[in-house]
């Protein structure tokens, strides 16, 4: 367990799926603090703004079967990840030697666990690392040897009994060579246990002993070492005295770990460690480890990995068949406390009721979920007490795992995310920063400025998310004559690229209305349904980078990063791709040329202002924080026109890496402040096709200014209408 205070949320909630169909059946999970009963109800969410300025957050009330009260109860959450191996006869005998690879990247004064065997009694054996030490217990006995492992060296390790002689063994070798430590000690009343076999913990849950590190070639032997030497390496040894060697480099995209010793004692995962990462072996002459499985035989756990919560469910709620697509929540209520738990309703499968399609960003919703941003200060606090926003904020909550932008406590960033938790940050009414001329809203929330301007121009729509998307590809677009996106949807599978681009392909109107898209290639598995793996390496504005050698994902086996890098830049979908980055700050656009053309007169239709987005309740300006821009040597089409570009960017504002060759020269040869600009642009193509957007992750909030009736809102409505128009 790490420093930080694990203290559950008063009421916490979590779906067993962000999105269902009517007909289809949403599991509703619960943990509340202090028993007696919670209250459960029904909302659809309108906005999620808790700014005033805004007009607060507003819900409306819908009945449902579900709704009453519930018993409280406090379900528990077991972080950490780690290997479980079964119970064997095989592993009884009288000599018992346990070996192993061992990287640490985090050893505290506190033991750390690298594997235990217990029976239900507590009896068995365990073997330990500290900051200085190296302990082997066993059947109360307890040996140990002073060495100070290095972070991120590997070294040998093994310990064991000889129940017969009486003695105890533990010891520890620099793999790269060197002296090994051993200690020898005599021991009486030494005794076997047939209990299961766990490497990275001790126990299951907070009080594991997790060890934050990488173990490969874990091994059990029947064989006493020879004196000052360690147990031979199993993968050089197959005979009788090998009892088990799970070897890690096997099925890598699975959470299996198989044993290729004689009893084939086949374990599994818990809580999705890290695998595809090097090992002791690895050279560099083999970057993907599906070329090279041997140099990727390590697994690096960690002491706050979280796959699923796996708390029982409180209630059922089935999907009335007549339920209409929207964005709607269930609100759980408890002893003056509560939580907003946002899920999507499709329209039927195969049927579309509206002729808009808003696809909700459910990916990048969960990339990001849990993000502790470390900005919880006393400003942060007032803004959320004087405005009544959520107050459950990451940073106070790191019970309930973090985002894919957070670092381990082992310094090592998160690959992993998973939706089968509470995700407090797609809360209606989650602030993530205190933004002096807006509301500071980012993703979920932010996207409600969407919702709540479809409402207020009454644009009937349908909902999709991005797993329906990856899942069902086109079939799920094709028929709607308008998508459009929110503000940020910036991590994408292959196949959600591939559905979007045979959509505008294929006729199909794409409006994008954010900044930074298309961005970051992510990967999915059925074999772990739930959760999203991003690998960023080798460019990008990178919360965390990851190591050389580890760009490959471990569920799909594909090459990971950017989407740049992997041939599909945004500029072939959109038009646009990011450029420039800064603090949360908005600043406007101004009209170009190609907006008074003619065939961009529809466009700008009663819009008569050049200055475009001066005001808005992301940053105060619709032009802002992350922008794109054009570049036709990444795939900007040839028609496009570009219709407005942002400018007044503050010093905050930097060209993003993958722009950049030095200091001074830029990929495109632009000077560095030309990339600090958001371009709002439209193409069309042969098929009838046609691409609108704006280049910001700001532009949706400038929507409601001025009770919906403003240059921006207008700008969208016109292109919401014509694109919509069976015309």
Not at 353 to 365: E, I, N, P, Q
Not at 679 to 708: K, M, Q, R, W
């Amino acid at each position: 367990m790490s420093d930080l205070t694990y203290a559950p949320m008063p009421i916490a909630g979590y779906l067993d799926r962000l999105s269902a169909r009517p007909g289809e059946r949403i599991a509703v999970k619960v943990s509340a603090q202090g028993g007696g009963h919670f209250e459960a109800s029904l909302v659809q969410v309108i906005r999620g703004d808790p700014n005033p300025a805004s007009g607060g957050m507003t819900f409306i009330d819908i009945p449902a079967p579900f709704a009453g009260a519930y018993p409280a109860r406090d379900q528990p959450i077991h972080l950490g990840s780690h290997a479980e191996c079964p119970a064997d006869r095989s592993l009884c005998g009288p000599i018992l030697v346990v070996s192993m690879l061992v990287q640490p990247w985090l050893l505290r004064e506190r033991p750390s666990t690298l594997v235990a065997s217990h029976d239900e009694s507590g009896n068995g054996w365990d073997l330990e690392a500290t900051t200085d030490t190296l302990s082997f217990r066993c059947s109360g006995h307890t040996v140990s040897v002073p060495v100070a492992m290095k972070r991120r060296r590997w070294y040998r390790v093994w310990a064991g009994y000889d129940a017969v002689k009486g003695q105890i063994l533990v010891g520890c070798a620099p793999f790269s060579g060197g002296e090994p430590a051993v200690r020898q000690e005599a021991a009486a009343g030494l005794a076997a246990v047939n209990a299961p076999i766990l490497i990275a913990a001790r126990e299951h849950g907070l009080a594991g002993q997790h060890f934050n590190g990488r173990i490969e070639d874990p091994a059990i032997w029947s064989r006493w070492p020879q004196a000052g030497t360690s147990p031979d390496d199993p993968d050089a040894h197959h005979g009788a005295a090998l009892l088990a060697w799970w070897d890690f480099s096997i099925e890598i995209p699975t959470q299996a770990i198989i044993d290729r010793g004689p009893n084939a004692l086949h374990g599994r995962l818990v809580n999705v460690p890290t695998r595809a990462v090097c090992g002791a072996r690895w050279t560099g002459r083999e970057m993907c480890w599906r070329a090279a499985p041997r140099d990727y035989a390590a697994i690096h756990f960690h002491e706050d990995d979280l796959y699923d919560c796996g708390w029982d469910t409180d209630f059922i709620f089935d999907v009335p068949a007549d339920m209409k697509s929207g964005v709607y929540a269930v609100r759980l209520r408890h002893g003056g406390e509560a939580d907003i738990v946002p899920f999507f309703v499709l329209p039927p499968k195969g049927q579309r009721t509206a002729d808009v399609c808003y696809l909700a960003a459910t990916f990048t919703y969960q990339v990001y979920a849990n993000h502790a941003r470390g900005n919880y200060d006393e400003a942060m606090r007032r803004r959320i007490e004087d405005w009544g926003a959520n107050r459950h904020i990451p940073d106070l909550y790191p019970l309930y795992g973090r985002s894919t932008y957070n670092f381990h406590p082992d310094g090592s960033g998160h690959a992993y995310s998973s939706r089968l938790r509470p995700m407090l940050t797609m809360r209606p009414g989650f602030i993530t920063f205190v933004d002096e001329r807006g509301s500071g809203l980012r993703h979920f929330p932010a996207d409600t400025h969407l919702l709540g301007w479809l409402r207020a121009k009454e644009i009937d729509f349908d909902v999709v998310t991005d797993e329906e998307l990856d899942e069902e590809g086109l079939e799920l677009l094709k028929d709607y004559p308008t998508v459009l996106t929110g503000s940020h949807p910036e991590y994408h599978t292959p196949g959600m690229l591939d559905a979007l681009q045979g959509y505008v392909d294929g006729g199909g109107k794409l409006v994008y209305l954010g900044g930074n898209g298309f961005y970051w290639r992510i990967a999915r598995s059925a074999l772990l349904p739930g959760v999203l793996e991003i690998r960023r390496g080798e460019g990008g504005i990178r919360a965390w980078s990851a190591e050389p050698g580890e760009y490959y994902n471990s569920l799909d086996g594909a090459y990971g990063g950017l989407w740049r890098r992997n041939g599909r830049p945004p500029q072939r979908l959109v038009g646009i791709g990011f450029s420039g980055q800064g603090q949360f700050e908005g600043s406007y656009y101004r009209r170009l040329p190609a907006s008074y053309a003619p065939e961009a007169a529809w466009i700008f239709d009663g819009i008569d202002e050049e200055i475009l987005g001066d005001f808005g309740l992301s940053g105060g300006g619709a032009a802002g924080f992350e922008l794109d821009r054009t570049y036709s040597d990444l795939g900007t089409p040839e028609n496009i026109l570009v219709l407005a570009r942002s400018e007044g960017h503050g010093a905050s504002f930097i060209p993003v890496p993958e722009e950049l060759l030095t200091h001074l020269l830029t990929v495109s040869g632009e000077a560095r402040d030309a990339l600090m600009r958001a371009e709002i642009v439209y193409f069309d193509n042969p098929a009838g096709g046609a691409v609108f957007a704006v280049g910001s992750i700001t532009f949706c909030g400038s929507l409601p200014h001025d009770d919906y009736s403003n240059p921006i809102s207008r700008l969208l409505e016109n292109v919401v209408r014509r694109f919509s128009s069976s015309d």
